[in-house]
């Protein structure tokens, strides 16, 4: 054991450091028991707070929540799976480590692990792993609360470093490696990233190939090919219930098929989500000068704004108050096509120059893979502003489609960034050839420093610091300062100016850096100083380049008070009196926050028929498009019992309810049945309609009413008498068999329905409810909520976690069994 630690001491006492520098970026408001405030966060603690509820007083999370849309199941907001090994690996690691320290903590470590299995020094790969870790989107997928995108970034590395291991003939151990951490991966929950990483790692895959071809080593090839398949199957079986619910569920949701064929649909090709949709974050081509400047393009669309922002004086010369005209140029500064953005892609200057070095001096095969990787990301992430390529993924390449905010791909190229940087680096310390590394070196700062030094003297040649609807905004400007077009001119005029001063002074910031970076390189080629204090140097370098930009976007100012945070969450007036309502499943209708269909908040108080999430079924997706856009359908609204409608004074902008007197209720028994042809038909129908006294069907459910007595019974009576989001009880009474239509959303994945304990089949009505038939009499209706996908998947996690933990354990055990090399006594290295 003390041989172990001797051989170690090297990795732990960077391991260490590695955690120290994770704890010290938060060190501020650690120690002051503050919390980070995300908004994506706060969004999922109304999402999951009928669950949170549910769990905390019965001791399991329910599988399906009516906290939103309706209803939904609860698979993609929050789901325990404890028969999944990764699951308990999170939980330790949220346990021992403090949020975000966590997240930033596994960044550091898997890509350390990678950088020496890609055989680089220890100081030198910890430089790597800083180079990685702090790329700017790292950190602001912290800031915005994307906390399962992080967790996937973090994992690449160590997946990257398990197949290295495995095409390098360490079958046993790669192959462990790579299905642990990519069952850790996909345990992150999210697909789009492991997407992404796939994408990448088939190109690689192909080079190898190509080469074990050209070279003849196709049998080991094939062999750590059948390994990796292995890995890949193994990860597959430990998220079995992730994975088989999540796929079960995206069928029926908005990457899902469209019901509708008319102008209402929102469908994109092959079943995925509308393109317009899926592209509205798409990457300027001009933007990418953000891996090298990050205020290339106006940083954020909540940029601060400096004491000598132009914009900012005109303003307030012409009366503005001081704090809206800080307000108002700092959302102005971004002037890239994308919505909104908290940030640049910013890979770091010393890394950018150290890439470029490694496109000319890296002789390792997996330079063409980090380039390829790198174009492809890039191309990809321009979306719509590169349709030809765009649209050929979108429309055929599988599942491409699924995935919205198409600038995303970028995560690629920030991970293959720093891997060719560092290689340039390892190359220059071991070459041999001093005089051709100083030449390339020379190429390499010519080429970052020439841009730069664009950048800095002549950047509008390059960029023309506007908007692409320049003109627009300033006929906006106009109306806004009540036709004075002249002070609209001058305000979009000094934006300008304030764009081009702070990608001037980024520029000249990056150029700093990048005159470092080129000079450390010459000592070592110089061999001035030694190889490892090269690396610490390079290693600090990184880190404060990175450290300064990170900072802006996620900074102290990021977290607050405990108790601050709790009260983001405090009930007004009206959610108070509604809150007293003992009816135990009612929904309720906010228009106070905007778009109440892209807003979370009220679902915290209360069941509500809006609500926010990228995976919503795409029926209530579809009513929302037809009967809640150009205005409200008070007929669905009843339908929905929407027993309150909250709506906002418009002069006052004081919050006020009404209660709404023709809500169907939990369930009822209707007079009659309309059936439509298609889901045209059925949209159509409810348009208008009386939900009350008429059900719209499907014609493909005839056959549940046929042969059929049905009738009509004033008299009769149902009711819902037990709630629980899993589990919903009503009792029926009347003298004829009836169809009743509940207020509940139709999802025939997991709920069965039983009338005095006796399954029975239910159908689908009003376009997205249950309705059933109740025979005549009186009777205990249940329906219960048990996909097998999720029941049956975490028995097949449970197998493959047992063989995931046999296969770790005998790669420890062989490798740990594995002599040490001695060398012969006498004979010199």
Not at 324 to 340: E, H, I, M, R, T
Not at 701 to 719: E, L, R, V, W
Request: aromatic content about 12%; proline content about 3%; glycine content about 6%.
């Amino acid at each position: 054991m003390n041989n172990w630690f001797k051989r170690n001491s090297v990795h732990l006492i960077i391991v260490a450091i590695l955690v120290a520098i994770s704890f010290a970026y938060f060190f501020s408001p650690l120690i002051q028991g503050k919390a980070l405030i995300q908004s994506d966060v706060l969004q999922a603690q109304s999402m999951q707070k009928e669950i949170n509820d549910v769990k905390a007083a019965t001791g399991h999370a329910p599988l399906w929540t009516n906290q939103m849309f309706g209803g939904m199941p609860a698979y993609q907001i929050w789901a325990a799976f404890p028969s999944n090994i990764t699951s308990h690996v999170i939980n330790i690691l949220k346990a021992v480590f403090p949020n975000p320290v966590d997240t930033v903590l596994l960044y550091l470590l898997g890509a350390y692990l990678l950088f020496n299995v890609l055989k680089l020094k220890p100081w030198l790969a910890a430089a790597g792993a800083i180079a990685f870790a702090f790329s700017s989107y790292n950190f602001i997928y912290i800031t915005a609360g994307h906390a399962n995108q992080a967790y996937a970034i973090a994992f690449f590395a160590p997946i990257l470093a398990g197949i290295i291991l495995t095409l390098r003939g360490k079958y046993l151990l790669g192959g462990s490696i790579t299905a642990f951490a990519l069952a850790m991966e996909i345990r992150s929950n999210h697909v789009q990233m492991t997407y992404y990483l796939l994408l990448a790692i088939a190109i690689l895959l192909g080079i190898e190939l190509y080469h074990a071809i050209k070279d003849k080593q196709t049998k080991p090839f094939l062999k750590a090919s059948a390994y990796l398949v292995g890995a890949v199957l193994l990860a597959i079986a430990v998220n079995a219930s992730i994975l088989w619910t999540t796929f079960e569920y995206s069928q029926y949701t908005i990457r899902g098929k469209a019901n509708l064929t008319s102008k209402g649909s929102t469908a994109g090709p092959n079943h995925g989500l509308d393109k317009d949709y899926a592209y509205t974050w798409s990457q300027s081509v001009g933007e990418c000068l953000t891996f090298l400047i990050p205020n290339a393009y106006g940083g954020g669309t909540s940029t601060v704004v400096g004491d000598d922002s132009k914009a900012v004086k005109i303003l307030t010369d012409a009366g503005v108050d001081a704090g809206q005209a800080n307000g108002f140029v700092s959302q102005q500064l971004y002037f890239g096509n994308k919505p909104s953005t908290f940030g640049p892609w910013y890979f770091g200057a010393a890394v950018f120059f150290l890439f470029v070095l490694g496109l000319l001096i890296v002789k390792n095969r997996i330079k063409w893979w980090l380039l390829s990787a790198v174009i492809l990301s890039m191309l990809l992430s321009f979306g719509k502003n590169l349709p030809f390529l765009s649209d050929f993924f979108f429309n055929y390449v599988p599942m491409y489609n699924k995935f919205r905010a198409v600038e995303s791909t970028l995560v690629i190229a920030a991970f293959c960034f720093p891997i060719l940087a560092l290689l340039a680096v390892n190359e220059v310390i071991t070459n041999t050839d001093k005089a051709l590394m100083f030449k390339r070196g020379k190429i390499a700062f010519f080429i970052t420093g020439g841009l730069l030094l664009i950048m800095i003297a002549i950047p509008d040649v390059i960029l023309s610091f506007k908007t692409d609807d320049n003109l627009g905004f300033i006929n906006n400007l106009t109306q806004m300062f009540k036709g004075n077009s002249d002070l609209a001119n001058k305000v979009a005029g000094s934006l300008i100016e304030d764009r081009i001063s702070l990608e001037r002074a980024d520029a000249i910031r990056s150029l700093i850096f990048v005159l470092l970076t080129t000079g450390l390189l010459w000592l070592v080629i110089k061999e001035k100083i030694k190889a490892n204090m090269a690396a610490w140097i390079l290693a600090a370098i990184i880190l404060f380049d990175m450290w300064g930009v990170d900072k802006r976007y996620l900074k102290d100012g990021n977290f607050v008070d405990k108790s601050e945070l709790a009260q983001q969450y405090t009930p007004r007036e009206v959610d108070e009196f509604i809150m007293k309502d003992n009816d135990p499943n009612f929904r309720v209708f906010d228009m106070t926050g905007g778009d109440p269909f892209h807003d979370s908040h009220s679902s915290y108080f209360y069941k509500t028929v809006g609500g926010f999430h990228s995976a919503r079924l795409r029926r209530f997706d579809e009513l929302i498009e037809n009967q809640f856009i150009k205005s409200v359908n008070q007929d669905v609204l009843d339908m929905l019992n929407t027993k309150y409608i909250i709506t906002a004074d418009p002069k006052t902008g004081n919050a006020g309810m009404r209660t709404n007197q023709t809500a169907c209720g939990n369930a009822w028994f209707v007079k009659s049945v309309k059936f439509a042809d298609n889901a045209d038909q059925e949209m159509q129908a409810i348009s208008s309609f009386s939900p009350k006294d008429e059900a719209i069907v499907d014609k493909q459910y005839k056959s549940f009413t046929d042969g059929q007595s049905i009738g009509s019974d004033p008299t009769s009576t149902i009711k819902l008498t037990s709630y629980a989001p899993e589990h919903l009880v009503y009792q029926s009474g009347s003298t004829s068999t009836q169809i009743a239509v509940f207020s509940e959303i139709y999802y025939d994945k997991g709920w069965t329905m039983t009338i005095d304990g006796k399954e029975s089949p239910y159908f689908r009505a009003d376009y997205l409810l249950r309705a059933a038939v109740i025979p005549v009499g009186n009777h205990t209706i249940k329906f219960d909520f048990h996909p097998t996908s999720y029941y049956a998947g975490e028995n097949i996690s449970l197998a493959g976690s047992l063989l995931l933990v046999l296969a770790l354990g005998g790669a420890v055990y062989t490798e740990t069994k594995k002599k040490p090399s001695v060398k012969p006594a006498g004979k010199k290295s």
